[in-house]
């Protein structure tokens, strides 16, 4: 009954039920989660996601929203119960409107995010959120989870993009408020429930987003550097030296930089010799001058060993393929073990120093392959675990690995979840880590705004 009311809604070629076509809508594309789903159903307007709600709460039935599918937690897999819906969010993606003027731009929560990018580009502006994914990933899931990337360090997360949203609360009623105000303090800030809520909360269907001026230029360098506690040093010293136009700062061990090369066809390393780190900057610094005496300097001191400046766009997207392909370059090799954890940037080497201590002592045949958003003290500390360990020692001693980084982790004032949110895998996590206040706190707002429960059952909280 509830599908032939939701196709109703939507027409019948938006609303998928065969096992082949909602497959892809209910495996994470990695592979590594598998749920079941009654149907997917991709509404076309606001309004269309309107009437599915309020027909799936007559029904009490689950309603999972997804955009790209491209997250790393399960946030947008169904439960393996085959009665949720898959709320898919695609076909939601018109540009409602830019404002070059005012530095913003409405999109619906089904815009690729490198649509909003080429967007805001043709308007003579910048949309500042950039991450691996941004080909596929859709600006509804990008809010959701309040992803990060690549240029934090200078712009923030999602949420520092947002200006206003539309969202469809779990009973259908709809709350709009895409003004583009900069300045507003009349009451509560309601659009920053949704941001990072992971679609527990409500469906974001549209949003205002802020733009920027496009930086005149951009310099890009890659350093080689020996230990990754001179990263901290190198960065604020770049930071004083450039006026703080520093836009990106990546950190890459040699182990990930060395998967890269082995396994990414065309891909070189710019310097003769290895490095036991390397850093990826990028500034928008008007001319090469201020960057290339700061590296200099850097060279001088003894906190870089190596450096190279691109010279044209060409060898700047040649440097950002090593940095983008290293998560594609794991898949080849061990087994690896994925932890997205932050720290203070202060503390970025008491972690590194004290974690690499603790892997030595207790898992000599584990090796670290560590990378990350160092400038915002974002790291991705990945280890590959040994061939030789069969899928018992594997489980076995990967959760001790783990805990051992999260306890570590919550020593120096970190988070076990720096940009990859929660979802359905690190919901024990949250439980197990999180403060109990707040986690009080979220359980009230959860049953304030879904009390039925069924907006992303199972996710979060």
Not at 28 to 41: D, P, S
Not at 68 to 82: K, M, Q, R, V, Y
Not at 216 to 233: G, L, R, S, Y
Not at 441 to 455: C, E, F, N, T
């Amino acid at each position: 009954m509830l599908l032939e009311e939701l196709e109703k809604i939507v027409g019948p070629r938006a609303i998928k039920t065969t096992a082949d076509a909602v497959h892809p809508h209910v495996t994470e594309w990695r592979g590594q989660v598998e749920g079941k789903a009654a149907a997917v159903v991709q509404p076309a307007s606001t309004a269309e996601v309107v009437a599915v709600m309020r027909h799936c709460l007559a029904h009490s039935v689950g309603v999972v929203p997804q955009g790209g599918n491209t997250g790393l937690c399960a946030g947008g897999i169904p439960d393996e119960s085959g009665t949720q819906i898959v709320l898919s969010l695609t076909r939601l993606n018109r540009i409602r409107a830019i404002d070059a003027d005012d530095f913003s731009l409405v999109a619906e929560a089904g815009c690729v995010l490198s649509d909003i990018q080429d967007s805001a580009q043709r308007a003579g502006r910048l949309f500042p959120l950039s991450l691996g994914a941004e080909g596929t990933c859709q600006i509804g899931g990008n809010l959701a989870t309040n992803a990060g990337g690549i240029n934090v360090l200078r712009y923030g997360t999602a949420r520092s993009q947002v200006l206003g949203l539309e969202v469809v609360l779990a009973d259908g009623t709809l709350w709009s408020d895409l003004r583009t105000l900069r300045k507003n303090t009349a009451g509560y800030d309601l659009k920053q429930l949704f941001v990072g809520s992971e679609g527990t909360l409500g469906i974001i269907t549209a949003a205002s987003l802020k733009l920027y001026p496009r930086p005149a230029a951009a310099q890009t360098a890659f350093v080689a550097i020996d230990d990754a506690k001179d990263a901290v040093p190198l960065l604020a010293n770049l930071r004083g030296a450039l006026d703080d136009q520093v836009q990106a700062f990546e950190l890459i061990s040699e182990v990930a930089f060395d998967f890269v090369l082995r396994h990414v066809d065309g891909a070189r390393s710019p310097f003769d010799s290895r490095s036991p780190w390397y850093v990826l900057i990028e500034t928008t610094a008007a001319t090469t001058d201020a960057l290339e005496a700061s590296l200099m300097e850097a060279l001088r001191t003894g906190l870089a060993r190596d450096a190279t400046i691109a010279k044209s766009g060409a060898e700047a997207a040649e440097l950002w393929r090593l940095r983008h392909s290293i998560s594609e370059a794991e898949k080849h090799e061990a087994p690896i073990l994925k932890h997205d954890i932050s720290v203070p940037v202060g503390r970025m080497a008491e972690f590194l120093d004290r974690s690499r201590a603790e892997l030595r002592a207790n898992w000599p045949e584990a090796t670290l392959v560590a990378f990350g958003h160092v400038g915002d003290g974002n790291l991705h500390y990945n280890v590959a675990l040994p061939k030789t360990w069969d899928d018992a020692q594997r489980t076995a001693e990967g959760a001790r690995i783990t805990q051992s980084v999260y306890a570590l982790t919550g020593t120096c004032g970190g988070s076990f979840s720096a940009e990859h949110g929660v979802g359905r895998t690190k919901r024990d996590l949250l439980r197990t880590l999180g403060d109990p206040t707040g986690l009080d706190m979220m359980r009230a707002v959860k049953s304030a705004l879904d009390p039925r429960g069924i907006l992303n059952p199972g996710k979060v909280i």
